[in-house]
T-cell receptor, first 111, second 113 residues
């Protein structure tokens, strides 16, 4: 089954404790992206990757890191999480000219 | 960069009536305009999209229109049903950066029986 998976789905952490949210797709998509969703602000792009070892900043990259060592995986890293990073996070993937598929979301609470 | 504005932020309609959501974009180079539906607690899912070489596209009760000159596009839902209640997002992207979608802030649609 073609899908985008994220883990964990829910996470409660404390300020400053490094965390990683994993994202994996099995559709051989070139493009992967991370978004955060906050009430009234829609979906804002954090980082995206056009292919392996190619990443670039989106609209709200501060406080986040990503890597793309393999085509199927695109982890999101928060080196020192802060309360303003409490949000709902979505990973997404697509190929040129095709539909973008979203993962199920990761709800993060930073205390 | 691209800026997408979406209106209204909330929309309440009676079952059976039509719903219209409008988006404007700033980048004249944008050429792909998808619409996503997000039900409560779920991920966004594509419901319809349109490219800049087409003025209108229809899929059953859903249609999208595009006015390139005015740089706006709209989602039309006819004969609304309770299951149409959700948040709808418009988005835009350019050919040169085909992966990067700029989203509107979303419209909460409530269909009342």
């Amino acid at each position: 089954e073609a899908q985008v998976t994220q883990n964990p789905r829910y996470l409660i952490t404390v300020t400053g404790k490094k965390l990683t949210v994993t994202c994996s797709q099995n559709m051989n998509h070139e493009y992967m992206s991370w978004y955060r969703q906050d009430p009234g602000l829609g979906l804002r792009q954090i980082y995206y990757s056009m292919n392996v070892e190619v990443t670039d900043k989106g609209d709200v990259p501060e406080g986040y890191k990503v890597s793309r060592k393999e085509k199927r995986n695109f982890p999101l890293i928060l080196e020192s999480p802060s309360p303003n990073q409490t949000s709902l996070y979505f990973c997404a993937s697509k190929n040129r000219g095709e539909t973008q598929y979203f993962g199920p979301g990761t709800r993060l609470l930073v205390l | 960069g691209e800026n997408v504005e979406q209106h209204p932020s909330t929309l309440s309609v009676q079952e059976g009536d039509s719903a219209v959501i409008k988006c404007t974009y700033s980048d004249s180079a944008s050429n792909y305009f998808p619409w996503y539906k997000q039900e409560l607690g779920k991920r966004p899912q594509l419901i319809i999209d349109i490219r800049s070489n087409v003025g209108e596209k229809k899929d059953q009760r859903i249609a999208v229109t595009l006015n390139k000159t005015a740089k706006h596009f709209s989602l039309h839902i006819t004969e609304t049903q309770p299951e149409d209640s959700a948040v709808y997002f418009c988005a835009a992207s350019r050919r040169a950066s085909w992966g990067k979608l700029q989203f509107g802030a979303g419209t909460q649609v409530v269909v009342t029986p």
